[in-house]
């Protein structure tokens, strides 16, 4: 069994941040962590009642209202209002483990003391996390600004005992789950409402998901272009060190190598060529899926900030007796992260159905279609067809976000990174290239079945489950079975550790 994760103010990198969360380790706060916090809501509430100078979000009214001070009374209503009113998101339901990060999130960065909440809200968020009591999430709302409002709305519902939590398979009404667990709802003080609201979890949990699969799916793409590399009987002097060492990218190395080592005994690859060159699509892999390295590599880095960063408006800072407004909410750092994201993913696909229309044009000693008896049979004609139309929607999606604003709140939120959507475009992304690289690697297995040689022993280790699953095509059958099965491989091997 494993021991408890304790969090305490330390620096997470985002790969241990994920073995936490695969692990469904479960977790608790250090005693710094529960020092800060406790002495941060202390700080608080001295100021609130030493002072009646209006402080944003505390004795205000949120967005263009913090022009309307609140009377003392009020101030608990005003937080549990606030959450109320800004569950407002739409769309699908968020998977619940995608939601279990969020919430991960938002219990490291409340624990960094800078948020005046009460230990006792902290506690129930790790509670909600570690009983696998996870709030319903919809999808559609945030505009990346002001943090993630509605989605942490939603997060935020079943702590004062409203809205729905996915709860040992079942999707319940939050009070009844509390009363199961024989738990008060969390009566919200002075800006608690506000510190569960602001922030950027959502953004930051999505964008964490689609770069964890970004990585596997790179990986599989530099396997699967060896495999093609194969098939195509194209040549391997684009993939010397010496021709990475003068252009000297870390992610046109790291391909390089990826595919020289998978090669490396390739009786295909390694006999005489008749022809001089190969096309782009099979020459240049280093160059594009390097790149597309060298950009997932910019993305960790922007999200590993964000996983250790404090997000909340207004902050506490005690050691200069201040509480200070400022605008770390604001996700244009994610929203441009992601954004690089889905273009590099969406090039990923782009070279992959390049590759996938040579395998298939009936050249290199190969059928067209790679049908033993083409023109009876169409062969792998119509999935090359599928694959474009999945890199036009990528292209399409591709398009940045983070370009758009649309203010809010009666221009007082006059600027918005829109990193929300980027990141919901994003997975859509990856959703899609997955497939177009089920649909490359299917070909490239059919035509590999054409080579008098065999491919090299990496490859076939590679292949072996794929082989067993799908099987080589005689005449024409329902293929999206079989594109269908090797998604799901595909699949498999990315949920396996690295």
Known sequence: MKTDFIIDNQYLSHTQLREIFHERRRIKPGETALQRTEAAYRFLQRKIHESETPVYGINTGFGSLARVKIQPGNLQLLQENLVRSHACGTGDMLDADMVRLMLLLKIITLAKGYSGIQVSTLQRLIDFYNHDIIPVVYENGSLGASGDLAPLAHLALPLIGEGEVHFQGQIRPAAEVLEAMHWEPVRLEAKEGLALLNGTQFMTALGLMNLWKAQKLDLLADRIAAVSLEAYDARIEPFDEVVQNIRPYPGQAETARRIRTQLAESPIIHRPKKHVQDPYSFRCVPQVHGAVKDAIDYVARTFEVEINAVTDNPIIDMENDRILSGGNFHGEPLAMASDMLAIAVSEMANISERRTYRLISGKRELPAYLTPKPGLNSGLMIPQYMAASLVNQNKQLAVPNSTDSIESSNGQEDHVSMGA??????????????????????????????????????????????????????????????????????????????
Do not use: G
Request: cysteine-free.
């Open 421 to 498: 959507n980027s990141a919901l475009k994003t997975r859509r992304i990856l959703r899609n290239t997955q497939t177009v690289l089920a649909v490359e690697l299917l070909t490239a297995m059919q035509a590999l079945h054409f080579r008098k040689l065999s491919p090299s022993p990496a490859t076939r280790t590679f292949l072996e489950p794929f082989r067993k699953a799908v099987p080589f095509l005689e005449h024409d059958e329902i293929l999206y079975k079989h594109i269908r099965k090797v998604d799901e491989l595909l699949e498999s091997q990315m949920n396996t550790p690295d």
